[in-house]
T-cell receptor
Framework: SQQGEEDPQALSIQEGENATMNCSYKTSINNLQWYRQNSGRGLVHLILIRSNEREKHSGRLRVTLDTSKKSSSLLITASRAADTASYFCATDVGNQFYFGTGTSLTVIP | GAVVSQHPSWVICKSGTSVKIECRSLDFQATTMFWYRQFPKQSLMLMATSNEGSKATYEQGVEKDKFLINHASLTLSTLTVTSAHPEDSSFYIC??????????FGSGTRLTVV
């Protein structure tokens, strides 16, 4: 399977803390994207990082990409209760687009 | 922005019947569409990739005769679950590639087979 793996599977933090989730993938990619999903509903696109980029920021989100290690990380700073959701990385490998296993984040108010 | 409209948002059907799910690109032409299935508390699993005017490419382990995908136009792709069984109950999501790097997703269809 081309699906990436994420860790941790579940993460519980206090509001205001930072949350870090990691994604590892198997093959060369065109780009890697992070999505959020609230309780089995639709997906919300968070950020895209291209294979030639190493770091990207968007608001409270920071994404890094290490293509030599085939890994990426998503950092959410100053977390809020509304950030509670599942987070997935997804890799664009040409004509397919695969999702990672996901991290379930719970932010405790 | 590019929007994909997916219908129905939920459907309940009897075991043995067929169900069709539609995805329409509203303001762009979707040359490539993807269909995913998601079981509770699991990730999205890619089922198949469809290109307009050609046969879909199915991922390993996905029965192409059971999950019929049609992408006859640049704005419409359909997934038909044939002879549905309770184990087919899942959340199905379509996605379209939006050049050069983006993807847009439908809102998903929750299928329950009773």
């Amino acid at each position: 399977s081309q699906q990436g793996e994420e860790d941790p599977q579940a993460l519980s933090i206090q509001e205001g803390e930072n949350a870090t989730m990691n994604c590892s993938y198997k093959t060369s990619i065109n780009n890697l994207q992070w999505y959020r999903q609230n309780s089995g509903r639709g997906l919300v696109h968070l950020i895209l990082i291209r294979s030639n980029e190493r770091e990207k920021h968007s608001g409270r989100l920071r994404v890094t990409l290490d293509t030599s290690k085939k890994s990426s990380s998503l950092l959410i700073t100053a977390s809020r209760a509304a950030d509670t959701a599942s987070y997935f990385c997804a890799t664009d490998v040409g004509n397919q687009f695969y999702f990672g296993t996901g991290t379930s984040l719970t932010v405790i108010p | 922005g590019a929007v994909v409209s997916q219908h129905p948002s939920w459907v309940i059907c009897k075991s043995g019947t067929s169900v069709k799910i539609e995805c329409r690109s509203l303001d762009f032409q979707a040359t490539t569409m993807f269909w995913y299935r998601q079981f509770p508390k699991q990730s999205l699993m890619l089922m198949a990739t469809s290109n307009e005017g050609s046969k879909a490419t199915y991922e390993q382990g996905v029965e192409k005769d059971k999950f019929l995908i049609n992408h006859a136009s640049l704005t419409l792709s359909t997934l038909t679950v044939t002879s549905a069984h309770p184990e087919d109950s899942s959340f199905y999501i379509c996605s379209a590639r939006v050049p050069p790097y983006g993807y847009t997703f439908g809102s998903g269809t929750r299928l329950t087979v009773v």
